[in-house]
């Protein structure tokens, strides 16, 4: 009853894509209409919490090798981490305005995973060159919550910051099993289907 | 016509520019989510669903799209535009 790996990875790409659509939305409208009703205020920061505690029965289930599962509890620990400091700033326990630097820090942290964990080359078959690309997307993309730390107005980083999201759940949508992506891939890799 | 009505004017139609785009947010993923089914019509399994386990027929990406669009567009932007407008008419 255990999904397939991809189809984890397109759930977590559903739940990217929606913490996408939330932090787009509240870029577009900002922080005061953002927070008028108080379960909205909580809903980005607890989905990518969420995302983080589901992701250590992946960690679980989900991992054959060592380098796997370190960098699969990685990401749990850096989501939640993220996600918690964000509910802890909301909801008025946290203060200091650096505590969103943790959002840059895991970006950076899942992006050196998905590189480090990811060590063949083989930039023709469709899962190197995904975990390639993401993982250069989220090292990339840590600059949008970076500056959005220290211009928290600004619509342009902000909704850098919601796109980049959009852009992981696309890449993690293409995730499929041993579909080639350049060229053939070797006949020892299986019937490529879907 | 003196600047503080063309500045209002001017603030106004920004507004509802904002209020159009979140009503457009959902609409577009859930039409992102229905062109990709036709571009990729082998990924909705649902289409030929014989010999097919339990996970391929639930989980079928192109359906996500148009849910995560789906859940946006009827739980979250409503709520939002409502709270937009309200703020817009000094509420």
Redesign the interface.
Known sequence: MQPPAEFVHWMFATGFLLLGLCLLAQAVVGDEVWRRRPWRTYLWPGLAFLMGVLMWPVMVFFTNSTIHMVAHGSWAQVMMLAGGAELGLVRGKLHSRYWRLTMPLAFLVSGASFLIHEQNSWLFARSAFLHHVIGWTMIVGAVFPFVATFRPRSAVWRSGFALTFVVLGVLLYCDRDVAPIFGHISSQAGTPHR | MSTQLVSERAAVLRRSV?AR??YA??PT?MLAGVVWAFLQP??ITLLHPHGEG??WLV?E?PI??V??GV??AFL??P??IE??E??ENGG
Request: glycine residues 8%; proline residues 4%; without cysteine.
């Open positions: 904002r785009t979140i947010l959902g993923t082998y990924r339990f996970w989980i990406p996500l799209v849910l995560a859940v946006f979250i932007a709520g939002v709270d937009l309200a703020e």
